[in-house]
């Protein structure tokens, strides 16, 4: 069985003695303290604390603000491989980075430009105009921050260092990164940042010493707007991929990278003098040398491989997970807009429809789930009665309302809204066209992902049943294919046929003819997505 989200561990913790869910409102307030008064004056009545959705939502939409700050919004939507995967660009991220792992030297590193993949990334977080705005202490807190860099110098007055990074250039750094390898060897390299727009995060050498950069010295070259972007992306995976690419090899070796060999400066004659001092002390000829340091540098290459690869998978899934909370925020706007007056008591209901609303088995005052409910004047008495009978019969197969979240439930004529069923969380009620009903299971499913699962939709283990049903979904027109891909209306639909399938729900409150539907085909005719978001309900609403 899959592991518990930290979100689901919470939920199966505040579980009472009967399995009922206890919730904490917002403010501090406990729904579930004092019932039975003692923490008051028996002359005051405790004032109900009414669950709010939205109040918890803008928590998550702070969250959110937060773990994606600074980054533009054209990344939700930016093409994060291009080409630069070579011909590996639709291979599973996994198995591309097993194989790269497994073999350092073989065919998917030869064709693999993970320098290109690295700077395309830190370019997709960042912005253009992030080259000019940022400040000179900016740039320089941001390169000390790298794990490698020991040394930093500005390019005062080097024109020609400039221009080979980039003709627009005007400000530059020059950043000193150092390391050891497991012989103790000490390896340096260097780092070249400007203000020049450049995200192919290239490398270089020089054949003689020029300025602090010795012969033969590895020297990445990258843009301040790729630094700042290197930044977010660790923030989210922990890696920062200017240091790791910047500080492991291009080259499977170079000899200007140790710079011990050379105390004065490079020259063959001072590196036969290491080979004779190494063959003196450890007994390692030249050759032996070169082949220690080739395996080291080969491994830490595709180390370098493996890690942007694998932050790529990490910030695919960081752009699905910002892209379906703005969905998800402009779905709960457009829910508001569009169903203005739907969720609003009727002034004046007649007697006999007030004595039905009095009765009714539904209401959690007469044992049943919901909070109120509110049948419109013109809803037929043996309709609503069929209708009842027909939620009564499945609120023991449906998963369990939390005590203190119980939706509203208005029976209305929906046609004016071109809708047979409406969810609000907002005010946390459901809306079904007592005519047809069958949207009741849909309109809950919505609730169930919205109050009860706390957007469930958003939670990162529904992420890749997200993906996978877009992936499948076959629908032309663009608009309604946004509106489908919204995570509410995924989960809304697979719950519909986990209803039917799993909980055995088959009455007027479900159509299963539907199912053949493009809107449902992406988990009907696919057994191991259906069963994965079996599961995920299993879980979830347990």
Same mark, same amino acid.
């Not at 063959?279 to 220690?292: R, V």
């Not at 609003?344 to 909070?371: R, V």
């Given at each position: ?86 011909? %590996?660009? *639709?291979?599973?991220?996994?198995? !591309? =980075? ?5 073999? @350092?030297? #073989?065919?998917?590193? $030869? /064709? ?53 990074? %980039?003709? *627009?250039?005007?400000?530059?750094? !020059? =950043? ?5 390898? @497991?012989? #103790?060897?000490?390896? $340096? /390299? ?184 509110e049948i419109d004047n013109d809803v037929d008495p043996a309709e609503y009665a069929d209708f009842e ?147 995920f309900f299993d879980m979830t609403f347990s």
């Amino acid at each position: 069985m899959t592991a518990l989200s930290t979100k689901q561990q919470a939920q199966l913790e505040n579980r009472d003695d009967e399995g009922r869910f206890q919730h904490k409102q917002h403010g501090d307030v406990d729904d579930t303290a004092d019932v039975l008064g003692l923490d008051e004056d028996q002359d005051e009545q405790p004032q109900p604390v009414r669950y709010s959705f939205m109040a918890e939502f803008e928590k998550a939409e702070e969250q959110f603000n937060t773990d994606f700050d600074g980054v533009p919004n054209r990344f939700f939507n930016a093409d994060l491989r291009g080409k630069v995967l070579g011909r %590996s660009t *639709d291979r599973d991220l996994d198995e !591309l =980075a097993d194989a790269l792992g497994a073999d @350092p030297a #073989g065919f998917a590193s $030869q /064709r693999f430009d993970q320098r290109g993949l690295a700077g395309r990334l830190c370019h997709s977080v960042s912005a253009p105009d992030e080259n000019r705005r940022m400040t000179n202490e900016q740039a320089e807190e941001l390169m000390g921050q790298l794990g490698h860099v020991t040394e930093i110098r500005r390019i005062d007055d080097d024109e020609a260092l400039l221009n080979t990074a %980039s003709k *627009d250039a005007t400000r530059g750094w !020059l =950043a000193k990164m150092e390391d050891t390898n @497991p012989r #103790g060897d000490r390896i $340096q /390299r260097w780092l070249l940042v400007t203000d020049g727009s450049h995200n192919k995060m290239r490398t270089f050498t020089l054949g003689r010493s020029r300025g602090d950069i010795g012969a033969h010295q590895q020297v990445t070259q990258t843009d301040l707007r790729s630094l700042a972007g290197a930044e977010r992306i660790e923030r989210r995976t922990g890696v920062n991929l200017i240091d790791i690419n910047a500080m492991n090899p291009h080259f499977t070796q170079s000899t200007g990278d140790f710079v011990d060999d050379f105390p004065d400066g490079y020259s063959h004659q001072a590196f036969q003098q290491k080979v004779r001092q190494t063959l003196a002390e450890e007994g390692l000829t030249a050759s032996d040398l070169h082949a220690e340091r080739k395996s080291y540098t080969t491994e830490q290459f595709a180390s370098a491989q493996v890690r942007t690869v694998e932050a790529l998978a990490e910030m695919e899934d960081a752009q699905l997970e910002g892209r379906n909370f703005q969905a998800q925020k402009k779905h709960l706007q457009r829910t508001s807009r569009s169903s203005a007056g739907v969720f609003d008591d009727k002034k004046h209901p007649d007697k006999a429809h007030q004595a039905m609303m009095a009765q009714t088995s539904l209401t959690a005052s007469n044992g049943g789930t919901f909070s109120k409910v509110e049948i419109d004047n013109d809803v037929d008495p043996a309709e609503y009665a069929d209708f009842e009978k027909a939620v009564a019969e499945v609120e023991s197969k449906l998963p369990a309302i939390p005590d203190g979240r119980n939706p509203e439930l208005r029976i209305r004529k929906l046609g004016r809204h071109n809708a047979r069923g409406l969810f609000s969380p907002h005010r946390n009620a459901v809306a079904v066209d007592v005519r047809t009903s069958e949207a009741y299971i849909h309109e809950m499913g919505h609730y169930y992902d919205h109050v009860v699962g706390q957007s469930a939709s958003l939670q990162q283990d529904f992420r890749s049943i997200s993906r996978d049903y877009a992936a499948a979904l076959q629908e032309p027109d663009s608009k309604r294919r946004q509106y489908l891909n919204t995570p509410t209306e995924q989960l809304a639909r697979g719950f519909e046929v986990y209803a039917v399938e799993r909980l055995g729900i088959n009455n007027r409150l479900v159509r299963p003819e539907k199912f053949d539907d493009p809107d449902y085909a992406p988990f009907t005719q696919n057994p191991e997505l259906k069963q994965r978001i079996f599961a995920f309900f299993d879980m979830t609403f347990s």
